[in-house]
């Protein structure tokens, strides 16, 4: 009975496992035809096809590399348990077939195959107990990219160019139609690395510079599920791959550069920017020169784009944390920041003074003497800001128990340069709010130090008389030098035009 049943299995050579020369193409077409073959076989082995049948159209159509002699549509309960990784390689060929899904009704018997064979494979590595051989590896590697990577269209793109250049408005989000088939493609890649039963010395082979880099790339896609997914998935092989740890932080800083300097349009920066929040916590002590690089070239530098409210959140989270790692770097920090601070922008200047905050109550007193008064002539510039906005969100810093004691050991330079801008703010602001937080923090002020307060108060007055003398002065300069220009002769066909500026001689004269 066996002699007779093993005359009808397919005599095939076996070749091994390995990667093709054309990369993923021919793994895909035989896997279309299998899987359009597959499905005109009954459930359950019924209507007159007989087991050997199925294995002969399977290896018809999957070479023996691939599918080992062994039919994909196998549970792997019904296996030995040294076959396993073996149809585990022949499952993987078979999801090597990737589907139109804009419609629904296409393929859709097929696409029921492949999500099956899907989900039996992520089960697998889930209750795995042994090492995966490197020829699984492969497999695995190969299927991954056949069935993530790729170009997103050009109407894909534009999309993102909109959503991302308005300041932090954030449209209604655009999702993927094939996302519940990539779902388990992402769900195995991250079981996948994320297994005990892979070796790092192996898979690195495999899951090299280029599959990480063409990884990266999708972090610009639209779909928020799938950028979440990409998260963690990267998140996971920083940790497996200790030996690809520079190469990703030097390709997520080229993503960076990119933005910032060119494009400004990148959908991923938030989660690669959360990612990275773990990855500083992690750094060793005492930090090394290519951090702080990253720090001052990369993180800094992401303050400049309009769409920074987008990433703030985690952007802040990065800076603090090399604070925490290391505070000396305050001072330098805020200074940085404070090159991009914006001119026009009101709700960019709202959110830079709440991440200026937050980093001042981490920052020392050394520290903060390095950069106080370069800051606080940005904060009373703020102060006295049209938008109310503005001036609320820099008066409400006086809140903050740690500033305050900060700015009451520095009240000698601090008090000079904010002392004046409230001043005015009482005089001059229309908002009814910004002149009771006004009100509040020169009462905090004159509690303080009274007898200084007084004395910015007195020298703010002195100096406002004085520039009304000058500004009355020069009025009247002016105003000699318009009718005494008026006066002058028009010689041949020269125009001139009251009010124009008279030549050098006659200004002399009059002054």
Same mark, same amino acid.
């Not at 096809?49 to 549509?73: C, H, Q, T, Y």
């Not at 500033?403 to 801008?421: D, G, Y």
């Given at each position: 009975?066996?002699?007779?049943?093993?005359?009808?299995?397919?005599?095939?050579?076996?070749?091994?496992?390995?990667?093709?020369?054309?990369?993923?193409?021919?793994?895909?077409?035989?896997?279309?035809?299998?899987?359009?073959?597959?499905?005109?076989?009954?459930?359950?082995?019924?209507?007159?096809?007989?087991?050997?049948?199925?294995?002969?159209?399977?290896?018809?159509?999957?070479?023996?590399?691939?599918?080992?002699?062994?039919?994909?549509?196998?549970?792997?309960?019904?296996?030995?348990?040294?076959?396993?990784?073996?149809?585990?390689?022949?499952?993987?060929?078979?999801?090597?077939?990737?589907?139109?899904?804009?419609?629904?009704?296409?393929?859709?018997?097929?696409?029921?195959?492949?999500?099956?064979?899907?989900?039996?494979?992520?089960?697998?590595?889930?209750?795995?107990?042994?090492?995966?051989?490197?020829?699984?590896?492969?497999?695995?590697?190969?299927?991954?990219?056949?069935?993530?990577?790729?170009?997103?269209?050009?109407?894909?793109?534009?999309?993102?160019?909109?959503?991302?250049?308005?300041?932090?408005?954030?449209?209604?989000?655009?999702?993927?139609?094939?996302?519940?088939?990539?779902?388990? %493609?992402? =769900? #195995? /890649?991250?079981? +996948?690395?994320?297994?005990? @039963?892979?070796? *790092?010395?192996?898979? &690195?082979?495999?899951?090299?510079?280029?599959?990480?880099?063409?990884?990266?790339?999708?972090?610009?896609?639209?779909?928020?599920?799938?950028?979440?997914?990409?998260?963690?998935?990267?998140?996971?092989?920083?940790?497996?791959?200790?030996?690809?740890?520079?190469?990703?932080?030097?390709?997520?800083?080229?993503?960076?550069?990119?933005?910032?300097?060119?494009?400004?349009?990148?959908?991923? %920066?938030? =989660? #690669? /920017?959360?990612? +990275?929040?773990?990855?500083? @916590?992690?750094? *060793?002590?005492?930090? &090394?020169?290519?951090?702080?690089?990253?720090?001052?070239?990369?993180?800094?530098?992401?303050?400049?784009?309009?769409?920074?409210?987008?990433?703030?959140?985690?952007?802040?989270?990065?800076?603090?944390?090399?604070?925490?790692?290391?505070?000396?770097?305050?001072?330098?920090?805020?200074?940085?920041?404070?090159?991009?601070?914006?001119?026009?922008?009101?709700?960019?200047?709202?959110?830079?003074?709440? =991440?200026?905050?937050?980093?001042?109550?981490?920052?020392?007193?050394?520290?903060?003497?390095?950069?106080?008064?370069?800051?606080?002539?940005?904060?009373?510039?703020?102060?006295?800001?049209?938008?109310?906005?503005?001036?609320?969100?820099?008066?409400?810093?006086?809140?903050?128990?740690?500033?305050?004691?900060?700015?009451?050991?520095?009240?000698?330079?601090?008090?000079?340069?904010?002392?004046?801008?409230?001043?005015?703010?009482?005089?001059?602001?229309?908002?009814?709010?910004?002149?009771?937080?006004?009100?509040?923090?020169?009462?905090?002020?004159?509690?303080?130090?009274?007898?200084?307060?007084?004395?910015?108060?007195?020298?703010?007055?002195?100096?406002?008389?004085?520039?009304?003398?000058?500004?009355?002065?020069?009025?009247?300069?002016?105003?000699?030098?318009?009718?005494?220009?008026?006066?002058?002769?028009?010689?041949?066909?020269?125009?001139?035009?009251?009010?124009?500026?008279?030549?050098?001689?006659?200004?002399?004269?009059?002054?």
């Amino acid at each position: 009975m066996w002699k007779q049943f093993l005359s009808k299995l397919p005599r095939t050579k076996s070749t091994g496992a390995g990667r093709g020369d054309d990369g993923f193409d021919s793994g895909q077409c035989s896997a279309n035809n299998a899987i359009q073959r597959a499905t005109s076989v009954p459930s359950g082995g019924g209507g007159g096809r007989s087991a050997s049948a199925i294995k002969r159209m399977s290896s018809a159509v999957f070479p023996s590399s691939v599918v080992a002699g062994i039919e994909p549509l196998v549970a792997f309960k019904d296996v030995p348990s040294s076959e396993r990784q073996s149809l585990f390689v022949s499952k993987l060929g078979l999801c090597c077939a990737v589907f139109d899904f804009t419609d629904p009704s296409k393929s859709s018997a097929e696409k029921d195959i492949k999500r099956q064979a899907l989900l039996d494979l992520i089960d697998f590595v889930d209750t795995n107990t042994g090492r995966f051989s490197e020829a699984v590896i492969a497999a695995c590697a190969r299927t991954l990219a056949v069935n993530l990577f790729r170009v997103f269209p050009p109407s894909y793109r534009s999309g993102s160019s909109s959503s991302s250049t308005n300041e932090g408005d954030e449209d209604e989000p655009t999702f993927d139609p094939a996302w519940c088939h990539l779902q388990l %493609v992402y =769900e #195995l /890649l991250l079981k +996948f690395v994320g297994s005990n @039963s892979l070796d *790092a010395k192996l898979g &690195k082979k495999y899951f090299d510079h280029s599959f990480i880099v063409r990884l990266l790339n999708l972090l610009d896609s639209e779909d928020p599920r799938e950028r979440d997914a990409l998260k963690t998935i990267l998140h996971r092989i920083y940790g497996k791959f200790m030996v690809h740890r520079p190469f990703i932080r030097k390709a997520v800083s080229n993503i960076f550069y990119h933005f910032v300097f060119e494009t400004q349009r990148h959908n991923g %920066v938030a =989660e #690669l /920017l959360e990612v +990275f929040g773990s990855v500083i @916590s992690g750094f *060793a002590l005492p930090l &090394k020169e290519e951090h702080k690089i990253f720090l001052w070239k990369v993180l800094i530098p992401l303050h400049k784009p309009k769409s920074v409210g987008v990433y703030l959140q985690q952007l802040t989270y990065c800076v603090t944390q090399f604070l925490e790692k290391d505070p000396k770097l305050a001072g330098s920090i805020v200074l940085g920041i404070l090159r991009y601070w914006p001119v026009t922008n009101s709700q960019k200047e709202v959110m830079f003074l709440s =991440e200026i905050e937050e980093i001042l109550e981490a920052t020392s007193m050394v520290e903060f003497q390095k950069c106080m008064v370069p800051l606080f002539r940005r904060i009373a510039h703020c102060i006295n800001s049209s938008h109310f906005q503005v001036a609320e969100r820099a008066l409400f810093m006086w809140n903050n128990d740690h500033i305050i004691s900060l700015i009451a050991q520095n009240r000698q330079a601090i008090m000079p340069i904010i002392v004046p801008a409230l001043e005015h703010n009482s005089q001059t602001h229309w908002n009814q709010a910004v002149l009771s937080l006004t009100a509040n923090v020169m009462k905090l002020f004159s509690d303080m130090d009274d007898e200084l307060c007084s004395e910015c108060l007195t020298k703010y007055k002195e100096d406002e008389e004085n520039q009304a003398s000058l500004e009355e002065k020069r009025r009247s300069t002016w105003a000699r030098l318009e009718s005494a220009a008026a006066l002058q002769p028009v010689t041949g066909h020269t125009a001139v035009l009251v009010g124009h500026l008279p030549s050098a001689n006659l200004i002399a004269t009059l002054i």
